[in-house]
């Protein structure tokens, strides 16, 4: 057990935060790996940034114990610790040169004139902006103020960098291209990055991990495949990408799985979750992707509706389908030229989930 | 219409109301310095152009007494101002930066206080002050009375700027390894360095122009350029008067029109203000 703990860099153990009656973070208990790209995601206001500020050290916790590779850092000011930030509008100091900006922390640590000027360089030229040293941070556009942030949070060398939702300042061409060059920054340079955002595909497309929060818990960690696939309660399964919940009661409990059935009768097989009990209220996920659409069948018991709209959106085609209970659901179809089968506004359909894809949500 | 119905200018009386304004207010100063050029003893009649006035400010029988209200004055607005500065970039960074305290309010309320009190209240009561406590009166009563005054004055331009630095920045050297005090001296210090310099410079232009508060509390024997002017006046208004006026009005313009222009030179604090594209 010793040795799994050896490659931690953050481990946060009963971590509260309270502003007076106010609590921001309630018993986060978190362990963030070392290298890795871990990645705090929620509504805003769920305290993601709280924690983020909490582990550089501008917030004090209420309870808890924050370790840095091991070693306790609760009670060090941020200048004492070895986590460096990049803050959601830079922060750049305007009446310093890019090059005295990245050169600032390395300056503040001691290091030698002669190293801090070799390595400012480095930096600059990692970011793509040797050329631009001299400059202002005014005289940049947004996303070189954002690459000067990142080489002067990454110029000391910090064992974890944190990043505040530095993307979203961005136009959207620019987010998705520095999406790429975070991550490569990342594998690259094999620091352990700890960053916060809202936004729910920024997160699945660079994190090793994920940390989804809202209302000051951490409510599921894990890889963005089985946060997407395997959300543990109906918070995790709506805020990652689209889902359809339905109401549904426990009917048979077996060793691995269970059957829920739902409000019209229809059966559905589902992986159990923790201690599922026969009779027993539940929800269930289905992804739009998740359910098959067919011609409405004369079958008494399947889940089916009407066509109420259709969308077509290049690769697929979404629907909206209205059961009898007066809920939309939502389809999407891929357009392969193999399945040519079309439905419009009106039609009848019966809906069948895929194998696997009713997830059982503890609430 | 409806941009002229915003349009100040279009007000009935707008141009006549504005030139009654600017003649009340400045034509007795343009006829001040005019009359400051007379050659002749009388300053209502005009003799032709001289600067013989000026040459007796500095050369003439007055000219000592003069010289030492001068200096009186300058080192007197030199020293209130570098500590009134000091005083109120203190407190400023104590209310912007300090957080929610009970005592904010009242503390802003002390602070800018000195500005609402009618200045003979002011100067009635720090006599009677320094009468209490047996302070000899003198050049020291002048420096504390003007250095407790000019705060309200230094701290305003001080406050406003630092208001518009965003804490991050602090945060941000703080995260790069600067100990708090090094996070004043690199960051927060230049970047509240117009606000300081505007408020300094406002100060000294105070002091410098005090007359009612240093009337009372100089003492015998010692004179700042308002009190001596005040002095020389009581005898009947000669024309070295006039040119040692227009002296000291121009120091002020020239204080005024550089704090003005600091104030608004230095880069903008916002932080990520709309970036140039390159």
């Given amino acids: 057990m010793e040795s799994s703990k050896e490659n931690l860099a953050v481990e946060l153990q009963g971590v509260f935060k309270k502003y007076g009656d106010f609590v921001a973070l309630k018993k986060i ?4 790996k070392d290298n890795e790209f871990f990645t705090l995601l929620g509504p805003s206001g769920c305290g993601k940034t709280t924690l983020l500020r909490v582990i550089a050290g501008f917030e004090e916790i209420s309870e808890g114990t924050i370790l840095l590779k091991g070693e306790r850092i609760g009670d060090l000011p941020p200048n004492k610790r070895p986590i460096n930030t990049v803050f959601q509008h830079y922060a750049l100091f305007p009446h310093m040169t890019v090059e005295a900006n990245v050169a600032f922390g390395m300056k503040m640590l001691g290091m030698s004139k002669a190293e801090v000027a070799d ?3 480095k930096m600059l030229e990692m970011v793509k902006l040797g050329d631009f040293a001299g400059r202002r941070p005014n005289q940049l556009s947004g996303g070189q103020q954002q690459r000067v942030a990142l080489a002067r949070a990454m110029a000391p060398g910090p064992q974890v960098l944190l990043l505040d939702e530095p993307l979203s300042a961005l136009d959207l061409k620019l987010r998705h291209a520095m999406r790429v060059e975070l991550k490569q920054l990342q594998m690259e340079t094999g620091i352990t990055f700890v960053f916060v955002t ?6 699945l497309t660079m994190s090793d991990r994920i940390g989804v929060m809202d209302h000051g818990i951490l409510q599921q960690v894990g890889t963005p495949h089985e946060i997407y696939e395997k959300p543990v309660n109906r918070f995790v399964a709506d805020f990652i990408g689209e889902t359809n919940i339905f109401d549904a009661t426990i009917s048979h409990v077996g060793d691995a799985n269970c059957v829920c059935v739902l409000r019209n009768g229809s059966s559905v097989g589902c992986e159990a979750g923790s201690n599922p009990q026969v009779g027993a209220k539940c929800h269930l996920s289905i992804r739009p992707e998740g359910l098959e659409m067919s011609r409405a069948n004369d079958e008494p018991r399947s889940l089916g509706g009407r066509v109420e709209q259709v ?9 909206l389908i209205r059961i009898p209970s007066g809920e939309l659901v939502t389809v999407r179809c891929q357009n392969t030229i193999a399945d040519g089968v079309n439905y419009s ?3 009848e359909v019966a809906l069948k989930p895929r194998d696997g894809a009713a997830r059982l949500l503890v609430d | 219409m409806a941009l002229a119905s915003r349009n100040i200018r279009k007000y009935p009386g707008f141009f006549s109301m504005t030139l009654l304004c600017m003649v009340l207010l400045y034509a007795p100063l343009a006829v001040v310095a005019a009359y400051s050029f007379n050659d002749s003893l009388s300053i209502t009649r005009w003799g032709g152009f001289s600067f013989r ?3 007796d400010v500095f050369f003439g029988l007055e000219a000592d007494k003069f010289r030492d209200a001068a200096w009186n004055s300058l080192s007197i607005a030199f020293l209130a101002a570098t500590a009134s500065t000091i005083i109120a970039t203190a407190a400023s960074i104590g209310m912007v930066r300090g957080g929610e305290f009970r005592a904010k309010p009242a503390s802003f309320a002390l602070i800018s206080l000195p500005l609402m009190v009618p200045e003979i209240v002011t100067a009635v009561a720090t006599l009677i002050f320094f009468s209490a406590i047996g302070f000899v009166r003198g050049y020291a009563t002048i420096l504390v009375a003007h250095i407790v005054f000019c705060i309200p004055f230094a701290y305003l331009p001080i406050e406003a700027r630092l208001r518009g630095i965003e804490g991050t920045f602090e945060e941000a050297a703080q995260d790069l390894y600067a100990s708090r005090g090094q996070a004043f001296r690199f960051v927060l210090l230049p970047l509240m360095a117009p606000g300081i310099v505007a408020g300094y410079l406002l100060a000294f232009i105070i002091s410098l122009d005090d007359f009612i508060i240093t009337n009372f509390v100089k003492g015998a024997g010692i004179e700042t350029l308002p009190t001596a002017i005040f002095g020389a006046v009581k005898q009947g208004i000669k024309p070295n008067i006039l040119a040692l006026s227009t002296l000291m009005l121009l120091i002020s313009i020239g204080f005024v029109t550089i704090s ?6 230095g880069v903008k604090p916002g932080g990520h203000g709309a970036p140039e594209t390159t």
């Avoid at chain 1, 809202?198 to 997160?203: I, K, L, Y």
């Avoid at chain 1, 969308?311 to 629907?319: E, F, K, S």
């Fill in chain 2, 53 to 55: 006035w000026y040459l």
């Fill in chain 1, 198 to 203: 809202h936004d729910q595909e920024e997160a």
């Fill in chain 1, 119 to 121: 390595r400012s360089r």
């Fill in chain 2, 260 to 265: 003005y222009f600091v104030s608004r030179k």
């Fill in chain 1, 345 to 347: 506004t009106g039609d």
């Fill in chain 1, 311 to 319: 969308v077509y959106l290049g690769t697929d085609t979404q629907y």
């Fill in chain 1, 29 to 32: 208990d978190l362990e963030i």
